[in-house]
């Protein structure tokens, strides 16, 4: 606890919820590599490329305009134009720019946005894990409780109907999906989606898809769940620019509903936001107008990258199945011995590369650790040699590795004191 918080005088307590609430499993980690040198981070789930030069031109070109007022609630109706013209094109699904689509601050804002506007305290959200780190605060800050469902790498990280059917209660509400998978990589099939829309039309429920992975596929096309026959009516999709577009720093997503839901997550939102910054809503038209070229390069890119790091964590003695989306790695370390916090602390001290421990990600997550490849193929090679020589250090029975890795000096030495976080 810092000074400032001891001063607090006694009688002036926090919500419960703000209490309850746990810290992100990621920070931990970046904090303490940001105090360390020659650190290779595979820790980070941004891009590594910057926001394509055509739309940065775009918001200088916006700012010398002078246009620096707020903008419709909703955002800017050409680009909720773009957007709707977008999906169409890509998934055929289409969503009336007017009242169907609100520009958001990234499907972070977006994902709060959903839950506050369909739960109410004690409803029930299922929600598959490994997963993205705000599914579950963004249901428990609304007093909705999350029900967990763990899913495996033997199971390729894909939720199956019987384990819905096993977790639904008479307060279930709403499923999350969040494929492509932070952290696992994990995408699902058209059918396999399928099934579950069907679970939902059955059971009267809501799904939430957070699709911002939707452009980061690898080995075939992404189903938009919207686009399936039931879906749309009960579908809020979460999506944004900022992976595949590498915007993330200028905080724009959307989300996409029927009217009436759409409205109910409009007026929550002009009260807390207003609306995006109008010089990243400039920014993101050009995203949909230009942005297409630099898009797929940066996917050809990614995929190079992923084949580079699986194998070599495979080669390292770490089973890694070959992720089909996003640009993370899921590697399980069981065989190391050590628990997943152990080896992404004890291979940041001694090697200096960050991972994040899986059990940031909650069930299912421990015996894994998630290692972005969205870095250079440069630092991934030497990320390798030193997950590699880590690997044959801490498990001595694991097998030699497949590979000749060359030696780099050791960098046990000059460990700094952890931080707290
Ligand atoms: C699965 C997933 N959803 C949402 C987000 C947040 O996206 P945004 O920048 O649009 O708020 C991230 C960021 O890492 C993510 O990995």
Redesign the pocket.
């Known amino acids: 606890m810092s000074n400032e918080a001891d001063r607090t005088p006694p009688h002036l307590t926090l919500s419960r919820i703000a209490r309850d609430l746990p810290p992100s499993g990621i920070r931990k980690f970046f904090d303490i590599a940001a105090q360390m040198h020659d650190v290779i981070s595979l820790s980070v789930?941004?891009p590594d490329f910057a926001t394509p030069w055509g739309v940065r031109e775009a918001a200088i070109y916006s700012l010398e305009r002078g246009q620096t007022t707020y903008t419709s609630n909703f955002g800017i109706l050409e680009l909720r134009q773009l957007i709707s013209r977008h999906l169409d094109t890509l998934y055929g699904v289409r969503y009336r720019p007017e009242e169907e689509i609100l520009v958001t601050v990234?499907?972070?804002e977006g994902?709060d946005l959903a839950m506050r506007a369909i739960l109410d305290p004690g409803d029930e959200v299922i929600v598959p894990e490994p997963c993205?780190v705000?599914y579950k605060p963004c249901i428990s800050l609304t007093g909705g409780v999350p029900v967990g469902v763990r899913t495996t790498m033997e199971n390729e990280f894909r939720v199956t109907v019987a384990q819905l059917e096993a977790a639904l209660t008479p307060r279930t509400r709403a499923i999350v999906l969040?494929y492509p998978s932070?952290p696992t990589g994990a995408t699902m099939p058209r059918e396999a989606l399928r099934e579950i829309v069907d679970f939902a039309v059955k059971h009267g429920l809501y799904l939430v898809s957070?699709e911002?992975?939707d452009r980061l596929t690898y080995d075939g096309a992404h189903t938009c769940v919207a686009s399936l026959p039931g879906a749309r009516e009960r579908t809020i999709l979460l999506n944004?620019f900022?992976k595949a577009y590498a915007m993330?720093g200028w905080?724009v997503?959307y989300v996409c509903a029927p009217p009436a839901l759409l409205n109910a997550m409009y007026k929550i939102h002009s009260y807390t936001i207003m609306c995006v910054p109008t010089t990243s809503q400039k920014a993101a038209i050009e995203a949909l107008k230009s942005g297409e070229p630099a898009v797929r390069d940066m996917v050809g890119q990614y995929n190079q990258r992923r084949r580079l790091i699986v194998d070599g964590l495979n080669n390292a003695g770490l089973d890694c199945h070959l992720p089909s989306g996003a640009f993370y790695a899921f590697p399980s370390i069981k065989r190391t011995g050590l628990t997943s916090e152990e080896f992404a602390e004890r291979l940041l001290f001694d090697e200096h590369v960050a991972v994040v421990p899986g059990t940031a990600f909650g069930l299912g997550g421990e015996g894994h650790i998630r290692c972005s490849y969205a870095t250079s193929l440069a630092k991934i090679e030497e990320a390798l040699h030193r997950i590699t020589r880590f690997v044959g250090k801490v498990s001595p029975n694991a097998p030699a590795p497949r590979r000749t890795v060359e030696t780099a000096p050791t960098r046990a030495q000059n460990r700094p004191s952890p931080v707290k976080s």
Do not use: L
């Open positions: 789930g941004e990234g499907v972070s994902m993205y705000s969040g932070n957070d911002i992975y944004g900022s993330t905080r997503g």
